[in-house]
Structures are given as C-alpha cells and as structure tokens.
C-alpha cells in the first residue's frame, strides 16, 4: 500500500551536507506492522519525516496505492493527508501546550467534518478507543501523566481514519508499566480498524513485540529486512547481529554484561561516512572487498534482503561458486534463545 | 550470592517533601564487589534514594534514618564533610550525561577540577591522573580528548567522561541512576560493561538504579524492587527472575514486551497499574 | 530599551493592572476632576504645590493649572504610547512571524530592513517624521511607531523560529492544516509571552519619546503635554523646580507601571506558569 522508491534525503547543516537517507525502498502492506531499527543517528526520523512529507526528499519516491505524493501540494494532497498520520516520541512534545484534550484531538477533523457537534461526537468516541476518560476532556497537556498524553497523541493520529501510521519511538519516553499500556492499545487499535504501522524503535524488545516485519538501518541505509522472528532471533547481517546482541538479555540465564561480546566504536560521523560498506570500520568480518565496494541489498534465505557481501544468496547450497567458500563458513546466523 | 560483610547499611531511611513521602521506611544493603540494582517505576523514590546516599539529597528534602558507609554514618552529609571527616567517597552517575557536564570547560578542566576537589593534589599530578581517569573509561586517545569541549563527543563519550569525573574522588562506592537509558542499544551495553568493569577492577559497590529490567538482567547481582517509596523485594537476581514473590513484581516481569515467539499469538502485555498491586505480600487475590 | 525588570513576585502582575489601571483611570477622568481648559489662565502665578486648595499641585509661570495640565497631559502620554506600540505591534509581529515561520527570501529582506532601520538614529527619524507630517498627536504617533517596531520584529521572529519545529507545529502540518491556521494557532499564542513583555516597554519608551519630541516643541501644540510642561518650565528650573519635577515624576511613573504589566503579563501567559 505505501511503497518508498530509492529514498534519499540530505539535510543541509553548516558543517556540510549530511545524507540522512541514502536510497531507501521499502514497502508496507496493508494492516502489517513494519518495524524499523538502528542506532540513534542513522535517519529513521528522517524517514518518517519524509514520509510525513514534512521534509522534502532530495530524489525517490514515496507512493500511496500507486500515487507519488513527493510532489503533491495543496488540494491535490488533501486525500492522501489523512491517509498517514503519526504519532512522535515525546508526548509532551508533540502537543500543543495550550490546546486542551478534546481541542487536540478535534484540530485534524478541522478540514474534514465542518460540522461542530458532529466533531464533538467523533472526539468522544475517540477518547472512549484510546481509553481516556472524558472527564479529561478539558485538561491541558501538562494536567496529564506521560502514558496520557501519549493516548491522546495516538487518539489525534486516528482521528482522520488513516491507513498507516508512522509511530516514532511511541513509548521510549514512557515507563515500563506505562510503556506496556500504550503497546497494548497500538496492537488493539491495529486489530479493530485495520491500520498498517510503520514502528520506529531503538527497544529491540518493543520492535520484537511489535512488529510483523523488522527493517534494520545502518547510516541512511537499510542493511537487513525480513520476518521479525528471522531478524531478530536469527539475524544474518553482522550489524544485524551486533544489534541483537546488544539487547539486553530477557534474563540472567540469557546474557551477562560482563562476559558478552559488544560491538565496539560508534556510528562514523555521517558528514563523511566510510567509503565501501559503511559498516566496515566496526564489522568483525568485513574484508578488503568491503572497503571498496558497497553491497547492495540483494535476497537472501529465508525471503530476507541483506545488505552483505558475505551475505550467502537463497541458492547458496545449490551454487557455492558464488560466494568464497571461507568467507561464508564465517557467516551463520547466530541463534539465539528468546 | 556472596555473604560479603556489607558496605554500605541503609536502616529505616524515609524522606519527605513538603509532607509528602516519597520514600518510607527503606532497609537494604549494599555490599562491596557486587551490582546491586533499585528498580522501580517512574516516581517511585529510586532517584532520591540514591541522591541521600550520595550526599546530593536537595535541601528541603526532610530525610530520616540511618545511613552507614563501612561503619560510619554519612547520612545527611554532603560529599565535602564527609571528605573533611575522613570518610571514603560515594560518587554520582546521572542519566543525562549533557546535563551533567559544564559546556564552556574542556573535558581535562572538568576531571582536573574534580581531582583536586580533595585541595592536596597539585596542578600537575592532578592533570596526570585526569589522563588515567580518561584512559580507565576507556576514552580512546584520552590525550586529545583531555581538551575537547562536551559538545565535540558523542553521548557515549560524554557518559565516559561523566563516569571519570565520578572515579576522581577514589570512591568506594558508585550510584549510578539511569545511566544508560540516555543511550542508544549498542552505546548502553558499552557503558554498563564499563560499569561492571570498573567495579570489579576498582572493587567498589555499585548501586544501579534502572527501570529498565533487561539492564537488571544483564548486570545485577541482587535487586531491591521499589513502589511507592517502599521496598517490595530484596532478591537474588536469578532468584528475582525466577518468579518474584511480590504480585507486583511477577506483574512487572509480563509487562515486559519481548516474550514473543515465532508461533502462536501475540502475547498481552500485563497491566502494572492496578492499585491492589501496591497493597504488599499476600495481596494475591487479585 | 533594555529597561527589563526581573521582578518576578506572583503580584507583579496585579501591582502593574493596578498603576496602569489608575493611569488610565486618571487621564479618562481629567475632565471630571479638573473641568474647563487646562490651558486657560485660571489662577496667580507660580503657586506652590499644597499651598492653595483650589490648586492642590499649584500653578505655573502663566498661572495655569498644573494638576489639571498633569491630569489631560496622562491623555495624550497614555494615547501615543499605546497607539505607538499598536503601530509597531502590527508592522513588528507581522512582518517577524512570517519572515520565521516561512524563512527563506522573506526572512531575509526582513532581517535587512530590520538592520536599516536600526541602524538609523531613532530618535533623529522620529523627529524628521514628525516635522514633515506636521506636529499632531497622530504623527508623533506613527513617528514612534515606526521607528520601534524592528525589536519587536526581531523578537518575534526568533520565537517563531523557535516553535515552527516543535513536534506540535510538525503535528499540525501532517494534518493538512493551511499555514495560517498553524502560525495563528499554534506559533503565535505559544510565542508571544516574551513579545507581550516587549510590548509594554515599548508603550513605556514611547511615553519617553512622546515627551521628548514635545519637550523639543514638536508635540501637538494643541494639546498638554508632560514634555511640553518640562519644556516650558526649563527657564524656572533655579525657581519654580517643581514645574519640571511633577511631570518628571509623572513620566517616571507610567514607565515603571508599563514596565511591571509587561513583566507580570510575561509570567502569566506561561501555561505551566499559571497552573502553578
Ligand atoms: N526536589 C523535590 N521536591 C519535591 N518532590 C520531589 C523532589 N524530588 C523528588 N520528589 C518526589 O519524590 C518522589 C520520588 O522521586 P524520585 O525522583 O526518587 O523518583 P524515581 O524513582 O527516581 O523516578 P524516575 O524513574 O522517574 O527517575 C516523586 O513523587 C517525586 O515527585
Ligand atoms: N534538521 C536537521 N538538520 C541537520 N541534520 C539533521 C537534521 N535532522 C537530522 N539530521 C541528521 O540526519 C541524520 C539522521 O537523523 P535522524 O533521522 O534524526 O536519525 P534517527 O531518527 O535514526 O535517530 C543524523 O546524522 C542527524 O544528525
Ligand atoms: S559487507 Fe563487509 S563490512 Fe559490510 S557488513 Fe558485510 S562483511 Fe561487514
Ligand atoms: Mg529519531
Ligand atoms: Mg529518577
């Protein structure tokens, strides 16, 4: 349904030109949620916010059941408007602070429903959807607890009944307890009016619980996109890997700080990002190849695309004239118990 | 669990605000060696736990209780009386690691300061151990980083910097509060490794306060559940993962998203907030 | 004018509606309290304050009276200053939040005019304005008025500059909101708390100027003025000092209450503020 063409995106800062988002496909299909990782930094914001079509891509396209909205503007771009909303980070943030609960929640009806009374009932039973009582109705954002305020940004989001929402690190700004709640209506929310989501999340256990698909992104570029239980449990490209092991562990039995393997070094500044394969400078395997050529995402086993060029492809088995056979020995997915 | 003569004795510590209670009546003990972890939810008094053991507690907070380090009782003592009375240290690590640094110092003036806090260290020794500081954090080139302002390094970098300027006092001991939760997935598991490190190359006690139960997990050797400024569990981390006595405890465990697997539905997540969660042990009728 | 206070007591607000209420409730009831032409001859000449009960501030060289001058000078000091600061509020907020919301050409022009204006003495453009409109409580208006309004503009601006990238604003945009909506909706009320301080001092400067282009002789030769008053009584100063101190206290004072009410208005507007 919403479908991202070769999307890059530069923003333009006076220490240079950065590619935030370097050639980007994706695809999100009707009622999935696809979940999108990677270390703070690598463009996912940037993305959602292309998405938005609040920043304009430098080149790509972004299609809605076929149509380029990159370039609509005005008029033309009200009915796609609606059809992707979003829901950002900090709840406290992303509300105005004069606007009270149910002026918030009614704004996006605005163009749509000119009819004041008939906006009042959308926004009650709106209210009555993300479980917030009505007797919040006339609060201001700061009269609310962080997993309220976040109710009413998701309850502003689905007001215009959209196809897909773009959820930025919905609950990164939450506790635990609240993060919970708020997990438990987006996944309730999904089931009851059919919404595509595209999860934004650095909380690889949250995207674990979420998502349907994991795309993983390293530099403004997706490195890794397949089944979430193939990406997350059994990742094939080594940021991929480095990433999960990062995680922490569900249970002591499941992991130590003390004794595991990190990944070492941080993300390379993205004014200048290496030449190659941008993950080479911290990849346990990367090679000579790896400095000078970039890999493409190319298929992979089990109907995932890796961006490696140890990666071994679907035919491996049958063809292993592909791939340097001591190469691919290092290559096996790491398993690892949930 | 080790039986190690514990370092620091917490007995019966309460503190209030305005008349408010945000902590009530809180008994535990933090030994040498080991990673003990305050958990609980947003509010419920880990931060100004830590913040009176340390000697940080703001002014008006009216604090109560005993507090112990290796005998003597530092409670309601800033870090500078203590100095001056002979005690050993008990040094910070905030979660927000921009906050804590001075933008318009360089990272060596920062440690250099902090160093000759103790008023007995001279200028050159104090920049030569502000190096080995630099270099025990693992800053690599610590050399030219020693002149760089906060703003050049990354967030993990400044957590490493933060945590140097912790190490300057020679503490025994570190509160460390949400210091990874700043920090992005491969960044936090760098820095709580640097953390669990430290305390076994330095032999301090680490009090890790968190809400975050993965970091429990990983890094703790026992855990001190808190609600509502009271303890609700004292436990051996593998004895805590194992099944919480506590209603709220196991309620917290299956609030966890990531028990997911390949088959079978989406499992729901727990609800923690329900108030008959808070009532204590026995509360299992609901 | 930097003449900012940080007087920040929840009562700075109410002591500043307070004097500027009392002002205005002074300057409306001139005609009430000292009925006739305050320029007519009406008594001896130079009485001091509180020696006579039918002129309790006293008179001037030619025998006017001065509590009454005082009383219809606060008219025309109340009149410019708040007509000036409209003047400027308008040009300064228009121009400042669309050269911040939209940034780009606009922004730029906007910055250049700024630094023109500025650049040229105030003071000297004010009075060159005001002789080539002819003297009239109007041109000495739109004389200060448009030579105060680029701080505003400046201020506006970086407010605006501020909040066009909060999430709310991002929010709004996703929605398919026109422009105009988002700026008068979610940039300006959050924005203009500081703007609102600012205008305030504006109306206090432009009491100052008012009454420095009439001590020039450049203010409605129709009309008292405190300026004016100063003006006529600088020859008397060794004499009849009290001339000049009455309305120097007079000018002093609706600064300082123009001043609090900004400061006070600046607390308020602060949503979080207020609730605490
Ligand atoms: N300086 C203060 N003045 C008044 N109340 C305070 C102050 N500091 C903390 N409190 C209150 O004390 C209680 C415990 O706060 P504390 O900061 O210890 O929570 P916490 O467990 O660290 O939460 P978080 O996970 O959000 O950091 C809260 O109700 C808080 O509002
Ligand atoms: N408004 C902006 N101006 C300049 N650079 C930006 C801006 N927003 C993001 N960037 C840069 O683009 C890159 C991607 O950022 P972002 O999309 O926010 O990452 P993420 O959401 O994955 O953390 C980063 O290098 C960031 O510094
Ligand atoms: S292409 Fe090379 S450097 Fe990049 S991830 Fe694969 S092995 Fe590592
Ligand atoms: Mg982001
Ligand atoms: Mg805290």
């Known amino acids: ?338 | 669990m080790k039986a190690n003569n514990p370092l620091i004795v917490v007995r019966d510590l309460s503190i209030a605000f305005a008349g408010a209670k945000a902590v009530d009546g809180l008994s535990f003990t933090v030994a040498a060696g080991e990673v003990t972890a305050l958990v609980g939810e947003s509010g419920s008094g880990k931060t100004v736990s830590g913040l009176s053991i340390a000697g940080l507690a703001p002014p008006e907070a009216r604090i109560t209780g005993r507090v112990t380090l290796a005998g003597a009782d530092i409670l309601g003592r800033t870090p500078r009386e203590r100095r001056l009375a002979g005690h050993p240290a008990v040094s910070m690590v905030f979660q927000d690691p921009q906050a804590a640094l001075n933008p318009v110092l360089t990272i060596g003036e920062q440690i250099v300061e902090a160093v000759r806090a103790d008023g007995r260290t001279g200028a050159r020794a104090a920049a030569a151990r502000a190096l080995e500081l630099l270099d025990l954090v693992r800053i690599p080139e610590p050399g030219r980083r020693f002149s760089e302002y906060p703003h050049r390094l990354s967030g993990g970098m400044r957590q490493r910097v933060v945590i140097a300027l912790a190490l300057a006092a020679s503490p025994v001991a570190l509160v460390a509060d949400e210091p990874t939760t700043a920090l992005d997935v491969t960044i936090q598991a760098q820095i709580l490794q640097l953390l669990i490190r430290l305390k076994d190359e330095l032999g301090m006690a680490l009090l890790l306060i968190t809400h975050d139960l993965g970091v429990v997990a990983e890094a703790a050797d026992r855990v001190l559940l808190m609600r509502d400024g009271r303890l609700l569990e004292d436990r051996g981390v593998r004895d805590f993962f194992d099944g919480p006595r506590h209603p709220y405890g196991r309620a917290l465990l299956a609030a966890r998203p990531g028990r997911r697997t390949r088959r079978g539905p989406r499992p729901r997540l727990a609800d923690t907030s329900a108030p008959c969660l808070i009532g204590g042990e026995g509360s299992g009728a609901c | 004018m930097s003449a900012r206070f940080s007087f920040s007591t929840p009562s700075t607000l109410r002591l500043g509606v307070l004097c500027v209420a009392l002002l205005a409730l002074l300057a409306a009831a001139a005609g009430l309290l000292r009925p006739g032409d305050p320029m007519a001859m009406v008594g001896p000449r130079g009485l001091w304050p509180l020696t006579d009960g039918a002129f309790p501030l006293g008179t001037d060289q030619l025998g006017r009276d001065v509590a009454a001058q005082l009383l219809f000078g606060a008219r025309v000091s109340l009149a410019v200053g708040v007509g000036a600061a409209a003047v400027a509020t308008l040009i300064g907020v228009g121009l400042g939040a669309v050269a911040g919301y939209f940034g780009g050409v606009a922004d730029h022009l906007l910055s250049r005019l700024c630094d023109y204006v500025q650049t040229l003495p105030s003071f000297l453009l004010s009075m060159v304005l005001v002789a080539v409109l002819a003297p009239s409580i109007g041109s000495v208006m739109l004389a200060i008025g448009l030579t105060s309004w680029p701080e505003i503009a400046r201020l506006t601006r970086a407010e605006v500059l501020r909040i066009r990238n909060a999430d709310w604003v991002l929010a709004a945009r996703t929605m398919g909101l026109g422009h105009g909506h988002i700026l008068l909706n979610h940039v300006l009320p959050n924005g203009i708390a500081p703007v609102v301080a600012m205008i305030a001092a504006v109306v206090a400067h432009a009491v100052l100027v008012e009454a420095a282009l009439a001590f020039l002789g450049l203010g409605d030769p129709n009309l008292v003025s405190w300026g004016a008053m100063i003006g006529n009584a600088r020859p008397l100063l060794r004499t009849l000092w009290y001339l000049m101190a009455l309305p120097g206290l007079a000018i002093f004072a609706t600064v300082m209450a123009f001043t609090l009410l900004g400061n006070g208005l600046s607390e308020r507007l602060d949503p979080r503020g207020a609730a605490r």
């Open chain 1, 1 to 338: 349904m919403l479908t991202i063409e070769k999307l890059r995106v530069t923003h333009r800062t006076r220490n240079g030109t950065v590619l935030a988002v370097d050639g980007v496909d994706l695809t999100l299909r009707r009622g999935e949620t696809l979940g999108l990782v990677g270390e703070s930094g690598c463009g996912k914001s940037t993305l959602a916010r292309a998405v938005m079509r609040l920043t304009p891509p430098a080149s790509g396209r972004i299609l809605l059941d076929g149509t380029d909205v990159t370039r609509l503007r005005g008029r033309a771009a009200a009915p796609f408007t609606a059809r992707v909303q979003m829901v950002f980070q900090d709840p406290a943030a992303s509300l105005d602070p004069r606007y009270t609960v149910a002026r918030a929640i009614a704004e996006p009806l605005l163009p749509t429903v000119r009819d004041a009374a008939e906006r009042a009932r959308r926004v009650a039973a709106l209210m009555d959807d993300v479980g917030l009582a009505r007797a919040l109705a006339d609060r201001l954002p700061h009269q609310l607890s962080g997993g309220q305020r976040q109710r009413v940004a998701i309850a502003r989001a689905i007001a215009p009944r959209p196809d897909v929402v773009v959820l930025d690190e919905p609950v990164s700004a939450l506790d635990v307890s609240l993060q919970a709640q708020v997990l438990n209506l987006l996944v309730d929310l999904q089931e009851r009016h059919g919404l595509a989501y595209l999860f934004i999340g650095h909380d690889i256990g949250v995207v674990r619980h979420m998502a349907d698909r994991v795309a993983v992104m390293y530099l403004g570029r997706i490195v890794e996109i397949g089944d979430w239980s193939d990406v997350v449990d059994e990742p094939a490209h080594p940021y991929t890997r480095a990433l999960m092991a990062a995680a922490p562990a569900a249970n002591p039995d499941a992991g130590r700080a003390a004794t595991r393997t990190v990944l070492a070094g941080e993300l390379p500044s993205p004014f200048a990002p290496p030449p190659g394969c941008a993950f080479h400078t911290r990849c346990p395997l990367a090679v000579e190849r790896c400095r000078r050529e970039a890999p493409a995402l190319r298929d992979a086993a089990d109907g995932r695309r890796v961006a490696c060029h140890l990666a071994p492809a679907p035919s491996a088995e049958t063809n292993p004239a592909q791939t340097n056979p001591t190469e691919a020995n290092n290559f096996r997915p790491l398993r690892r118990l949930p």
